[in-house]
């Protein structure tokens, strides 16, 4: 099973952009990571790839150490406390990791060196690839193009759902990884035609020095930055780092604290607290709430959540429903019925929500955007493509109501 | 961490969902009957067997001491008049051996080299041939640095870290977190000898069998929270583990009361002693015991009144886990000296 959509060609959208974004973004199936990362790197990559190649069984090709000298992606952390007998306390999400020297904190990532707390993923991708702005799903930012999409290993929270826990579970040493720098995304996303940077696939929070540094040096190339997040962050991180980004799609993963407790195993607090904090900062935001059956889908928690987002994001930000498909330790769920996801939108919308999606049901009415003064569609959607745009500058051509969200680059 | 999946899936995708892992499936998980909890004896012994004379006039273990007081422990640990004895009780030949080391304090606090040296003396002895024996950790640099000889080929007992060899597609889950175990343990393994060092933990209060098994897994960070409670007991039901785990022989040669798991020399004593049991639980709660007696001799708080007492011990012998005893009067604890 894959999230992965393909688009159809679409006619009414045979300007320049869009064939091109059809070749580089529908390319990819391949087997394996590896060529995966190679292929997302390929233009012009410089670097050889990892070295982590395994045997099968469970002898060493060679009797020596690997060389996995990890120097070049081990940097000092930047969101951290020393305390006394060389342990240090992070303060880069709520965890609050107290670390002992030689030890790593919950994400896996960052480790405490004689007193000093290093990241040991910037610059260290383990996943690349083009992907439609609408994968992320960010549908009111710069639609229709393409993201160039980068992730390193790990993450800090542990959702029983999670789709890429291969790579967000795993410590930066169990997988292949190339180096690639800031600068170097950045003028990979150019050459690629990308007018945005996402960080994505497995949690940006906890390769924030890496996310700032590229931020930076796309935006000194002319490309954006965009978070797809789960928002457990601190409020100091989450100003001075994702305030170097353009845009920021949170995962609010329930609403209710005991979720987060046991299927995330993180808190809903801090989250929404990032949100009102993106929300003050002038951010674009979108929200995804993944729907997973008998856990999160009740009536009450669509409404709370529908009343807490208007309140306090806002009736203008959109808000996704998506549909879950069992992976990683919830295998035992059904996917979502699309009924169910149906049911939460009529909640939403009922609520007073502008722009409430369906998402992961290709096809699906609720995938496309409605002016919510005369409800013309407005951008019609399949799938990850667009197959009709008629928003004109950033209005509802038919009534002139302004549609908010980054529709062009 | 979310659904927003990358394109290309993971090679044994399809393999993985047809062995389908769901949250508490482990407690329906029946264990052979070698293994389970009714193996264990009603009191479960406990054997710290010292020799004041270790490093003889130095500060390096001897290796002829070490063999002696080797042999003591599991004399006295199995009741047998021989060491080959003992051995031949929980190891048979034709079975691949795996030593499970904790390498992480380097040189000054890691499981001694000549210790485990010794134990695969004896293992030969007892009919292990020296290509099935396997000294392993998580990482084989770690293994280096703590003093082992890298080896993986020949007739010659194998050393080298789960990095060399990487860990199993399959999710193994126990309780509330799924983990990718070693495939030293996986697939080289059909017996289990842990071989920790008596530590401090700054997270789980102390740390010895049970917590040594964290080495076995890709992800233990995310079995660290809550002083390590339930997630310690937890992987030690993975049936991967507890189906070939025989003993531990815990190396409390040089030990270390506060600060740990690092090696700090401030905090680090020789205690120049084995402690071994076949009740991980028992061997852990009287370790934690020496460290506690330790740190009063050092005018230190109490682990618990640090916030640190190991709680995962209660969790590890509660019936959810059966993995031992924590209660005294369940052990019988067997304190032996060498003249
Ligand atoms: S970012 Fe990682 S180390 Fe820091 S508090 Fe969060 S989980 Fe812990």
Same mark, same amino acid.
């Given at each position: 099973?894959?999230?992965?959509?393909?688009?159809?060609?679409?006619?009414?959208?045979?300007?320049?952009?869009?064939?091109?974004?059809?070749?580089?973004?529908?390319?990819?199936?391949?087997?394996?990571?590896?060529?995966?990362?190679?292929?997302?790197?390929?233009?012009?990559?410089?670097?050889?790839?990892?070295?982590?190649?395994?045997?099968?069984?469970?002898?060493?090709?060679?009797?020596?150490?690997?060389?996995?000298?990890?120097?070049?992606?081990?940097?000092?952390?930047?969101?951290?406390?020393?305390?006394?007998?060389?342990?240090?306390?992070?303060?880069?999400?709520?965890?609050?990791?107290?670390?002992?020297?030689?030890?790593?904190?919950?994400?896996?990532?960052?480790?405490?060196?004689?007193?000093?707390?290093?990241?040991?993923?910037?610059?260290?991708?383990?996943?690349?690839?083009?992907?439609?702005?609408?994968?992320?799903?960010?549908?009111?930012?710069?639609?229709?193009?393409?993201?160039?999409?980068?992730?390193?290993?790990?993450?800090?929270?542990?959702?029983?759902?999670?789709?890429?826990?291969?790579?967000?579970?795993?410590?930066?040493?169990?997988?292949?990884?190339?180096?690639?720098?800031?600068?170097?995304?950045?003028?990979?996303?150019?050459?690629?035609?990308?007018?945005?940077?996402?960080?994505?696939?497995? =949690?940006? #929070?906890?390769?924030?020095?890496?996310?700032?540094?590229?931020? $930076? /040096?796309?935006?000194?190339?002319?490309? @954006?930055? *965009?978070?797809?997040?789960?928002?457990?962050?601190?409020?100091?991180?989450?100003?001075?780092?994702?305030?170097?980004?353009?845009?920021?799609?949170?995962?609010?993963?329930?609403?209710?604290?005991?979720?987060?407790?046991?299927?995330?195993?993180?808190?809903?607090?801090?989250?929404?607290?990032?949100?009102?904090?993106?929300?003050?900062?002038?951010?674009?935001? =979108?929200? #995804?709430?993944?729907?997973?059956?008998?856990?999160?889908?009740? $009536? /009450?928690?669509?409404?709370?959540?529908? @009343?807490? *987002?208007?309140?306090?994001?806002?009736?203008?930000?959109?808000?996704?429903?998506?549909?879950?498909?069992?992976?990683?330790?919830?295998?035992?769920?059904?996917?979502?019925?699309?009924?169910?996801?149906?049911?939460?939108?009529?909640?939403?919308?009922?609520?007073?929500?502008?722009?409430?999606?369906?998402?992961?049901?290709?096809?699906?009415?609720?995938?496309?955007?409605?002016?919510?003064?005369?409800?013309?569609?407005?951008?019609?959607?399949?799938?990850?493509?667009?197959?009709?745009?008629?928003?004109?500058?950033?209005?509802?051509?038919?009534?002139?109501?302004?549609?908010?969200?980054?529709?062009?680059? | 961490?979310?659904?927003?999946?990358?394109?290309?899936?993971?090679?044994?995708?399809?393999?993985?969902?047809?062995?389908?892992?769901?949250?508490?499936?482990?407690?329906?998980?029946?264990?052979?009957?070698?293994?389970?909890?009714?193996?264990?004896?009603?009191?479960?012994?406990?054997?710290?067997?010292?020799?004041?004379?270790?490093?003889?006039?130095?500060?390096?273990?001897?290796?002829?001491?070490?063999?002696?007081?080797?042999?003591?422990?599991?004399?006295?640990?199995?009741?047998?008049?021989?060491?080959?004895?003992?051995?031949?009780?929980?190891?048979?030949?034709?079975?691949?051996?795996?030593?499970?080391?904790?390498?992480?304090?380097?040189?000054?606090?890691?499981?001694?080299?000549?210790?485990?040296?010794?134990?695969?003396?004896?293992?030969?002895?007892?009919?292990?041939?020296?290509?099935?024996?396997?000294?392993?950790?998580?990482?084989?640099?770690?293994?280096?640095?703590?003093?082992?000889?890298?080896?993986?080929?020949?007739?010659?007992?194998?050393?080298?870290?789960?990095?060399?060899?990487?860990?199993?597609?399959?999710?193994?889950?126990?309780?509330?977190?799924?983990?990718?175990?070693?495939?030293?343990?996986?697939?080289?393994?059909?017996?289990?000898?842990?071989?920790?060092?008596?530590?401090?933990?700054?997270?789980?209060?102390?740390?010895?069998?049970?917590?040594?098994?964290?080495?076995?897994?890709?992800?233990?960070?995310?079995?660290?929270?809550?002083?390590?409670?339930?997630?310690?007991?937890?992987?030690?039901?993975?049936?991967?583990?507890?189906?070939?785990?025989?003993?531990?022989?815990?190396?409390?040669?040089?030990?270390?009361?506060?600060?740990?798991?690092?090696?700090?020399?401030?905090?680090?004593?020789?205690?120049?002693?084995?402690?071994?049991?076949?009740?991980?639980?028992?061997?852990?709660?009287?370790?934690?015991?020496?460290?506690?007696?330790?740190?009063?001799?050092?005018?230190?708080?109490?682990?618990?009144?640090?916030?640190?007492?190991?709680?995962?011990?209660?969790?590890?012998?509660?019936?959810?886990?059966?993995?031992?005893?924590?209660?005294?009067?369940?052990?019988?604890?067997?304190?032996?000296?060498?003249?």
């Amino acid at each position: 099973m894959s999230l992965e959509q393909t688009g159809h060609e679409n006619p009414a959208l045979a300007g320049a952009d869009f064939p091109e974004r059809a070749r580089l973004a529908g390319a990819p199936v391949l087997p394996d990571r590896r060529s995966f990362l190679r292929c997302a790197l390929c233009v012009g990559a410089a670097g050889t790839l990892g070295t982590l190649e395994q045997p099968l069984d469970a002898t060493p090709a060679a009797p020596t150490a690997q060389n996995r000298d990890d120097s070049h992606f081990t940097v000092e952390a930047r969101f951290y406390e020393k305390l006394p007998n060389r342990r240090i306390r992070c303060k880069l999400c709520p965890r609050e990791c107290t670390v002992g020297d030689r030890e790593r904190g919950y994400c896996g990532v960052r480790e405490n060196r004689g007193g000093t707390y290093y990241t040991l993923v910037h610059s260290r991708v383990c996943a690349a690839h083009i992907d439609p702005i609408e994968k992320k799903p960010f549908f009111h930012y710069l639609p229709g193009t393409l993201a160039f999409s980068v992730a390193t290993a790990g993450c800090n929270v542990n959702c029983k759902f999670c789709q890429n826990w291969d790579i967000s579970q795993a410590r930066p040493e169990q997988l292949p990884a190339e180096y690639v720098a800031p600068q170097r995304v950045a003028e990979l996303a150019k050459q690629n035609r990308c007018p945005s940077i996402a960080y994505t696939y497995s =949690e940006p #929070v906890i390769f924030i020095e890496y996310l700032m540094d590229t931020a $930076d /040096a796309g935006h000194a190339a002319g490309i @954006r930055s *965009v978070v797809v997040s789960n928002g457990y962050i601190q409020d100091k991180a989450l100003r001075e780092a994702y305030g170097r980004t353009d845009a920021v799609k949170i995962d609010l993963k329930s609403f209710s604290e005991s979720y987060y407790r046991q299927v995330v195993s993180g808190e809903l607090k801090p989250v929404l607290d990032s949100i009102v904090t993106l929300r003050r900062m002038g951010k674009w935001l =979108e929200i #995804v709430y993944l729907v997973v059956p008998t856990l999160n889908d009740g $009536d /009450a928690e669509f409404r709370d959540l529908a @009343r807490w *987002v208007k309140t306090n994001a806002g009736a203008d930000v959109p808000l996704h429903f998506t549909r879950f498909h069992p992976e990683y330790l919830l295998k035992n769920l059904p996917i979502t019925p699309v009924p169910t996801l149906e049911r939460a939108k009529q909640i939403a919308d009922a609520e007073g929500l502008h722009y409430v999606y369906i998402g992961n049901v290709p096809g699906h009415p609720a995938e496309n955007t409605l002016c919510p003064k005369c409800g013309h569609m407005l951008v019609q959607r399949m799938g990850l493509e667009i197959t009709q745009m008629l928003i004109d500058k950033g209005e509802c051509p038919f009534c002139h109501q302004p549609i908010p969200g980054i529709w062009h680059a | 961490m979310r659904q927003e999946t990358i394109t290309a899936r993971r090679k044994f995708l399809k393999n993985f969902l047809a062995n389908a892992v769901v949250v508490g499936a482990g407690d329906q998980l029946s264990l052979p009957v070698a293994a389970s909890a009714n193996s264990h004896p009603a009191r479960s012994r406990v054997v710290i067997a010292r020799d004041p004379q270790l490093r003889g006039s130095g500060s390096s273990v001897d290796s002829q001491h070490m063999l002696k007081l080797l042999d003591r422990t599991m004399q006295s640990l199995f009741e047998a008049d021989r060491a080959d004895e003992a051995w031949k009780k929980i190891v048979h030949p034709g079975q691949c051996v795996g030593l499970k080391v904790n390498s992480l304090g380097g040189r000054g606090l890691s499981s001694n080299p000549v210790l485990v040296g010794a134990i695969c003396e004896r293992l030969q002895q007892a009919g292990i041939r020296a290509a099935d024996i396997v000294v392993w950790d998580r990482d084989t640099r770690e293994l280096e640095r703590a003093g082992f000889r890298i080896s993986a080929s020949g007739n010659q007992v194998q050393c080298f870290g789960t990095d060399r060899v990487g860990y199993e597609d399959d999710l193994a889950a126990w309780g509330s977190v799924g983990s990718r175990l070693s495939k030293i343990l996986t697939r080289r393994c059909d017996v289990l000898i842990g071989v920790p060092v008596l530590k401090d933990h700054d997270g789980a209060g102390v740390t010895m069998a049970l917590k040594n098994m964290y080495g076995a897994i890709h992800n233990p960070n995310k079995y660290h929270p809550n002083g390590c409670d339930p997630y310690i007991a937890d992987v030690n039901m993975l049936p991967e583990i507890r189906t070939r785990m025989r003993l531990t022989i815990c190396d409390a040669t040089t030990a270390c009361y506060e600060g740990g798991p690092a090696y700090k020399p401030q905090y680090s004593w020789h205690e120049n002693a084995l402690i071994a049991s076949q009740d991980p639980v028992a061997l852990d709660t009287t370790g934690w015991q020496i460290i506690e007696r330790k740190r009063a001799q050092q005018g230190l708080k109490t682990l618990e009144a640090d916030g640190r007492a190991p709680r995962y011990l209660s969790t590890a012998a509660d019936p959810r886990h059966r993995l031992g005893t924590n209660d005294p009067q369940r052990m019988e604890k067997v304190e032996t000296a060498l003249a």
